[in-house]
C-alpha cells in the first residue's frame, strides 16, 4: 500500500532554532500533501497543503514565513517550522490523499508523526 | 462552533462489552465520513468509512444519521486491544481533500 515516510520522528531543540520535517511517499507520487499539528488532547488542525511545484495554501492564522513549506518533487515535501519557540511544541504529521481504484474513492495515508519539544 | 465534535470520553469498558459513541458534524453539505483510530503518540490509521445505510467491519459498526448530522461507532465484544482514542472524520466537498477531525473520544478496555 501508499506509504509516506516521515522523519524525524521526535526532535528536541532549543529556542530559536530551525527544525527541517520530512515526508517521503516511497510507492507512489504524492502531488498533494496535508501537513497537520495535534496538542494533547486536541484534534487534528490542519496547517497548510502543499502541492508539487506551487505555493503551498495555509489555513486561517498560521504564519507561512514561521512554517515554511516545500514540496519541490513529487516524493518529496519539508515543513521547516523556523525560529521555534516552546508554544510551537507539538505533533506534527503529513498525510497525502492516495487513489483506491477498487473503491472508486479517495483514501488518505499518514506520515508516523514528529514529535517537536522546543525547549 | 467546531466543524466536528466528540465526547472526549473517557469510556472505560470491561473486556467484552459493548460501547458505543456519537461524533456530531456542523455542516450539513458535509459528504463523507470516517472513523480513524489513534494510538497514544502514533499517526491515525482508518478504522472504517461510514455509508448512509450503516455499514459493519467485524466488531465495529457505523451509521451515518443526516438528518441529525452524526455518527456513530458501536464496538462489540471489546478487546483490550481496543484502547485507543477514536477520531471521526469529515470532508466536505467531494472533489475536496481536506479532512476534518474530531478531538477524539478515548476508549479503555480494562481486562
Known amino acids: 500500500g501508499a506509504v509516506v515516510s516521515q522523519h524525524p520522528s521526535r526532535v528536541i531543540c532549543k529556542s530559536g532554532t530551525s527544525v527541517k520535517i520530512e515526508c517521503r511517499s516511497l510507492d507512489f507520487q504524492a502531488t498533494t500533501m496535508f501537513w497537520y499539528r495535534q496538542f494533547p488532547k486536541q484534534s487534528l488542525m490542519l496547517m497548510a497543503t502543499s502541492n508539487e511545484g506551487s505555493k503551498a495554501t495555509y489555513e486561517q492564522g498560521v504564519e507561512k514565513d514561521k512554517f515554511l513549506i516545500n514540496h519541490a518533487s513529487l516524493t518529496l515535501s519539508t515543513l521547516t517550522v523556523t525560529s521555534a519557540h516552546p508554544e510551537d511544541s507539538s505533533f506534527y504529521i503529513c498525510?497525502?490523499?492516495?487513489?483506491?481504484?477498487?473503491?472508486?474513492?479517495?483514501?488518505?495515508?499518514f506520515g508516523s508523526g514528529t514529535r517537536l519539544t522546543v525547549v | 462552533r467546531k466543524e466536528v465534535e466528540q465526547d472526549p470520553g473517557p469510556f472505560n469498558v470491561p473486556e467484552g462489552a459493548t460501547v458505543a459513541f456519537n461524533c456530531t458534524y456542523s455542516n450539513s453539505a458535509s459528504q463523507s465520513f470516517f472513523w480513524y483510530r489513534q494510538d497514544c503518540r502514533k499517526e491515525p490509521k482508518l478504522l472504517m468509512s461510514v455509508y448512509s445505510s450503516g455499514n459493519e467491519d467485524g466488531r465495529f459498526t457505523a451509521q451515518l444519521n443526516r438528518a441529525s448530522q452524526y455518527i456513530s461507532l458501536l464496538i462489540r465484544d471489546s478487546k483490550l486491544s481496543d484502547s485507543a482514542t477514536y477520531l471521526c472524520?469529515?470532508?466536505?466537498?467531494?472533489?475536496?481533500?481536506?479532512?476534518?477531525f474530531g478531538a477524539g473520544t478515548t476508549v479503555t478496555v480494562r481486562a
Open positions: 498525510s497525502a490523499p492516495v487513489s483506491d481504484p477498487g473503491r472508486s474513492q479517495w483514501g488518505y495515508t
Open positions: 472524520v469529515v470532508i466536505l466537498r467531494s472533489n475536496d481533500y481536506k479532512l476534518s
